[in-house]
């Protein structure tokens, strides 16, 4: 198993550009995650999602959208670029399944380091 | 808000010693709270997890203690290496997870 993978490792974005942000898992898990972390801060909730078809905002979901059309996939989009979001962003993803089958241990990807100027 | 507190200062202590970091929240009554370690340039790594109605849980060297009274929960490494050294973060929750931004641990040999 890869786990959770993350494409591209880094990235530099003009203001204004747009670009997408690919979360693979391959563990079979229903909730997907995005977080992103600012230097010296803990981790911001953007979006997640429950399943295929289903998502929800997080903290701080202002100039991002997400779609999950599959399992594996959780892309992360972002319109018109601002400097506020150079972030490392980390995809994560859990189980959830009958009672007694659930975990909540979030399995991290590597990240993808973003800078916008 | 919620607001999660984790001492900012890097902790330093010696190998072999028990290395105790604090999560302190506000605003908030979690039905878990759980601990993960980072590590420079990477995603973090789930450690342990504890519920509302645990006092106290164990793993190996590490052991977790919540006060839903206190609102604290308090994260033991016993006979600390250097290999410990990390960064270490709180979160509250299940599934939506909101953060602590984390306490660096520096284990001297």
């Known amino acids: 198993n890869a786990g959770v993978t993350q494409t591209p490792k880094f990235r530099i974005l003009k203001i204004g550009q747009s670009m997408t942000l690919q979360c693979t898992q391959d563990?079979?898990?229903?909730?997907m995650y995005w977080y992103r972390q600012d230097p010296g801060m803990g981790l911001k909730l953007i979006y997640y999602?429950?399943?295929?078809?289903?998502?929800d905002k997080g903290e701080v979901p202002n100039g991002y959208n997400v779609s999950r059309s599959t399992t594996e996939d959780f892309p992360l989009r972002l319109e018109l670029a601002a400097p506020s979001q150079t972030s490392v962003y980390f995809c994560?993803?859990?189980?959830?399944?009958?009672?007694?089958?659930?975990?909540?241990?979030?399995?991290f990807g590597p990240g993808t380091r973003l800078t916008v100027t | 808000s919620q607001k999660i507190e984790q001492n900012s200062e890097a902790l330093n202590i010696q190998e072999g010693k028990t290395a105790t970091l604090t999560c302190n929240y506000t605003?908030?009554?979690?039905?878990?709270l759980q601990w993960y370690r980072q590590d420079p340039g990477r995603g973090p790594v789930f450690l342990l997890l504890?519920?509302?109605?645990?006092k106290e849980k164990r793993k190996e060297r590490l052991k977790v203690t919540f006060d839903t009274t206190l609102k604290q929960s308090l994260f033991h490494i016993t006979a600390s290496q250097p290999a410990d050294s990390a960064t270490y973060l709180c979160?509250?929750?299940?599934?939506?997870?909101?953060f602590g931004s984390g306490t660096r641990l520096q284990v001297q040999p």
């Open positions: 994560a993803s859990s189980y959830s399944g009958a009672e007694g089958g659930s975990t909540y241990e979030q399995y």
């Open positions: 563990m079979n898990h229903n909730y």
């Open positions: 999602s429950v399943g295929a078809g289903i998502t």
């Open positions: 605003n908030y009554s979690p039905a878990y």
């Open positions: 504890i519920r509302e109605n645990e």
């Open positions: 979160a509250l929750g299940g599934r939506a997870l909101t």
